[in-house]
């Protein structure tokens, strides 16, 4: 079965839950922005994705990209989509109207990529990296550099890459060797290699538009020497420049979109920002760029949730407990959906996709809220609140993308491991969420120490003020959330205390702690929703029942380890010889 | 890196945590077996799976199975590697002499298997079905089908099949379609369709043996009527039977194992054991076919976790915490092995491998012991001790074998994912694991209502004192390890109450109560493992440290939700329409 985007239940959770309509009427940039014009960019979007970019999905794990000399051809029917994608307008719902953008909320654009990762994952890739190379040329680009590329960003019509890692430097951005070295005319000549480079080279736009982070001579040594560079596959007078795809990787999934080697040989480019500031100019989009990412988890998870699902209201199995004394059903057996252990699976994933919902798509809103609102604290809170949900989001989701599609699996039994349905392919490609953008590790770390422990807990005190907005303590399960949000508190407070005992002992429980934001963001979405019409029916109550007794048990002993954390590392570091 | 097999630390824990040689001296049938001759065949097996088999993974994964015409061409170098294995007389290691077989203890096949397991999973498939072909046919053949098949299962020079599965009939049994006729001269004619089956057609062995489960004119619905056949592809005078090799599956993984679906168009047959008692032939090597997928899972985390390992001591990112002070690491970065979030990995998954083992071996020589110990209440112990472990290990070790194995992919970061490094097959090939041999639901089901609650906690109880045997509450690990045994009762004991006033709750926490069990499991293992000589040393510490401090807590988790599940189902059964 084909993946058919719920816009009905993407749009109750935007309107009914999040309550976006009203969020976004406060800025004047979104005033215009109603309940309809939202519902029918997200019918439209539905009809594209699903008629234009899910029937690609297999032949895209299939077929693959293939490379040949230096080329890339993508997988049958995945050039055509695209040009019919950026045709229509798609990548340009968010660009500003003065570069030939629609100016629409970040969150509809968030909400597509939702749809198009469940749909197709691997074509998503490439352009999902528009807006963000977009944004920062933006913000960065000197006059000459958004003259020639911006517009083209802003509609698509031209797809970017983002160059980062190197063999030596994948999480360790510091160690990056690529070297650019002034022509004296103004340009820059780039030489280097970057490996894992999504979409470096393919066929579905007529250029591509290369952003490169490299050394310039004499800079310092570590992150602070680089700078960011604009290098183009073809040059503004039409001749190809000196970057040459070596090879694309053979990888666990996500075989429609193309991992390249990308050599730079003295190619020329131009500076983006100031030199030696070119992580910065590559942080702008960092926000955007993971809830991106975390909704690619959300978008895999409700594909994966739908294949289970239809499959467990096919298949019968066994009497299912409860329903022994039933009229006889057809062979002896129940529907699996009416099995606890199926049931289990597929209540628990659903809580999941509906809350994360809430939480990114508030996520999203609050994207615009702080680059548009005229009130200068409330810009502050809504950047306060995507620093810190941000990484949360983003590892959480991942994780569950994989982990809880693979439940999906097992609802197949023998048959989720065989290509034939489809299933086992949104496991492999959910692989890979959990490592780019910034392994979920490295996202536990960017939480605790950066963003909790740095500033003493203030920013992270205030923004739990923030989740305890509006919750009535006179509710129980409200009261309960209220509790959960003061125990978190207290152990953000435990562990700036240990920090400054010893500044190692949060890097050992770091995950546990994200995890334990996340248990507790999911409990705050689902007290939102518990507040809605719909709340009772059973679409609704089965999963905030599957919540509460499957799910919300984690936090408990997650706070455990991280009590049990605080008394110190739990293994000498190993010994190795010492350094040089 | 290919797999290597750690021969001395498996002898480690069969000799000196498992005293797996004082069990043996106890039976007659093993009294012979000494250290020396243990250690002597875990060797020369050691060094067999190193140099045959692990060389052959990566084409199988590669090239896989081939099907053509009904035929199926095994991957570049299985074929060879499986005419040398069967010759040297691995197959025939715990046979019994009386049928060629060397009649050593079933330990010793197992640790074996686990070896194999982690060095080519898709290669074992084959010969792991081997020694549970013997067995049944041992137990339930009549004469006429021992002398023609039992020596050559017990050299392994044909290999066996088991068909069970169709396409309407996987974990319920009793739906099986299958027929078999009495042709009215001692032969039956079977006719049905099978899929999923391991090894159904192949180039390896010049003969192969399907044992097929059929139903004959007449008899019980349901899995009451099922009777067990041979049919050989091959029949005695050389012709070739009819029975056919459809297609073989396309899957996730494993593609060194070929998944048929095999088609029997009045294939002449035999009958094993009697008349509607199929299932009752096939579960005489349940117990034993359940272990070896757990060793599968087993081999295969220790395969992953040793590519973790060794990556982990060449990778530099970074500075890890508490090195800041140290002398200038190279390129200013340090080994991830020193990294907290890698290291957290590492000593984790190692303390399930070595847990998992000690649980194992136990386990494997209780099967010895059941069968051949001269007292019957010894017998029934053992006996006892497999039925209730037995599930527990086959879901603990196979979801451990691929999400721990996940977390050994995430070690590499961005490397994992591609295929250069290896991990991310064994991450795929395990997967299915969790589903065949009964999945990891069923096993749930298994142990809490059929092995818990259908005899009042009775045979549960008795275990809990065997494993309460030896252990010394004036120590405190062994303490906290009597606590949690005491809890595991009390658990028990609630829901045999509570399935007496609703028998489908014991149902929905199933699987919490198997992983309650798996957890207590583990840490008697490593509190035999304490005991040892050798407990102190950085190898042994870390990975007990890691599972107190980050596995154990799940154990208070789980029993929560155990606890809560006694109130009641979680969600109504949905509304389906009526049975017809």
């Known amino acids: ?9 993407m749009l109750y959770v935007l ?28 019918d439209e979007s539905g009809k ?79 352009p ?11 913000a960065h680009g000197d006059d000459a550099l958004k003259e020639r590329y911006l517009r083209k960003l802003a509609s698509g ?40 480079i999504s979409s470096g080279e393919h066929d579905l736009s007529d250029n591509i538009v290369h952003l490169v982070l490299a050394r310039l001579p004499d800079s310092a040594p570590g992150a602070k020497g680089l700078s960011l560079f604009l290098v183009p596959k073809f040059m503004p007078d039409g001749s190809r420049s000196a970057v040459y795809c070596e090879r694309i990787e053979e990888k666990m999934g996500l075989h429609g979109s193309p991992t390249c080697v990308m050599r730079f ?32 988890g959300i978008g895999l998870l409700e594909a994966a949730w739908q294949k289970a699902d239809a499959y467990s209201r096919e298949r019968r199995q066994m009497r299912a407990p409860g329903r022994k004394s039933a009229p006889r059903a057809p062979m002896g057996a129940d529907l699996i959906s009416e099995h606890p252990a199926i049931r289990r699976i597929l209540d628990s994933q659903r809580a999941w996709i509906d809350g994360g919902r809430v939480i990114a798509y508030r996520t999203a809103v609050e994207l615009d809220v702080a680059k548009h609102h005229p009130d200068a604290s409330r810009r502050d809170a809504a ?13 959480a989701f991942t994780q569950q993308a994989f982990h809880g599609g693979s439940e999906c699996l097992q609802v197949f039994g023998g048959h989720g491991y065989v290509r034939e349905w489809g299933i086992e392919q949104h496991v492999r490609d959910a692989r890979v969420t959990m490592i780019y953008e910034g392994t979920n590790e490295i996202q536990a770390i960017d939480l605790l120490l950066r963003k909790v422990i740095a500033d003493g807990a203030s920013s992270f005190n205030l923004w739990l003020d923030d989740l305890r907005a509006d919750l009535d303590s ?13 125990r978190l508190q207290d152990h953000a407070r435990g562990q700036v205390l240990a920090a400054a005992r010893d500044d190692a002992l949060a890097h050992w429980i770091a995950q546990d702690f994200l995890r334990a934001v996340a248990l507790v963001l999911l409990d705050w979405a689902w007290t939102l929703i518990a507040r809605t019409g719909q709340a009772g029916m059973p679409r609704w109550r089965a999963p905030a029942l599957a919540l509460e007794r499957w799910i919300m048990p984690e936090l408990q002993m997650r706070l455990g380890i991280i009590n049990a954390g605080t008394d110190g590392p739990p293994v000498a570091v190993p010994d190795t010889k010492p350094d040089p």
């Open 157 to 196: 019509e031209w797809l970017p890459t983002m160059c980062l890692t190197e063999p030596q430097a994948g999480s360790d951005l510091g160690q990056v060797r690529t070297r650019a070295i002034a022509d004296g005319r103004g340009d820059y000549l780039i030489s280097g290699t970057k490996i894992f």
């Open 1 to 9: 079965m084909l993946f058919k985007p719920r816009t009905d239940e």
């Open 383 to 395: 950047q306060r609140w995507c620093n810190l949900t941000t990484p949360v989001l983003k590892a």
């Open 128 to 138: 999902d990296l528009l807006h963000g190379a977009y944004e920062c040329i933006k």
């Open 48 to 126: 594209f994705v699903a008629s234009v970019i899910a029937p690609l999905n297999r032949v895209g794990d299939e077929t693959g990209a293939r490379w040949h000399e230096g080329a890339v051809t993508m997988p049958p029917g995945f050039r055509d989509a695209y040009q019919a994608f950026w045709q229509a307008g798609w990548p340009a719902l968010s660009a500003a109207v003065e570069d030939g953008g629609q100016g629409l909320p970040a969150v509809l654009e968030a909400m597509l990529f939702e749809m198009l990762s469940g749909a197709n994952h691997g074509w998503t890739m490439a």
């Open 15 to 42: 309107t009914q839950v999040v309550h976006a309509e009203r969020l976004l009427q406060a800025l004047p940039a979104h005033a215009e922005v109603d309940a309809d014009l939202m519902a029918q960019l997200l």
């Open 474 to 486: 006179a509710q129980p399960a409200q009261a309960r959330l209220l509790a959960r949000l003061a």
């Open 265 to 296: 040989e003295a190619a020329t480019g131009w500076i983006i920002g100031q030199p030696g500031r070119g992580l910065n100019a590559m942080f702008v989009m960092m926000n955007s760029a993971r809830l991106h990412v975390a909704l690619q």
